[in-house]
């Protein structure tokens, strides 16, 4: 059983940066895939990035690739979804998930979710 709770989401303009972090509880921890998915208002849940359980191999959606950086830190138990050069289009609530498989753009291949932090861009 993997737990996982984010923060660091918030209001910041257009151009603006915010760190996101997700601490998992379990001792699994080191052997789950990490990604990180948005869903905004009236849209579906959409896929942001994906990290291995080494952080050897890492995906991102078109939107953001270039301007998130997904990392990740197993001796603090901590993924960290770093976002710069925001616009108001990354206005949403981001989830933290897990998974024993592997790479998966599809929000269905995890098996655990945090509770969601909300980022607004304002333009």
């Known amino acids: 059983q993997v737990q996982l709770v984010e923060s660091g989401g918030g209001l910041v303009q257009a151009g603006g940066s915010l760190r996101l972090s997700c601490a998992a509880s379990?001792?699994?921890?080191?052997?789950?895939?990490m990604g990180w998915f948005r869903q905004a208002p009236g849209k579906e849940r959409e896929f942001v990035a994906y990290?291995?359980?080494?952080?050897?191999?890492?995906n991102y959606a078109d939107s953001v690739k270039g301007r998130f950086t997904n990392s990740r830190d197993n001796a603090k138990n901590t993924v960290y979804l770093q976002m710069n050069s925001l616009n108001p289009e990354d206005t949403a609530v981001y989830y933290c998930?897990?998974?024993?498989?592997?790479?998966?753009?599809?929000?269905?291949?995890?098996?655990?979710w945090g509770q969601g932090t909300q980022v607004t861009v304002s333009s």
């Open positions: 998930v897990a998974a024993g498989l592997g790479y998966s753009p599809f929000a269905s291949q995890y098996n655990y």
């Open positions: 379990g001792r699994t921890f080191s052997r789950n895939g």
């Open positions: 990290i291995s359980t080494s952080g050897g191999r890492i």
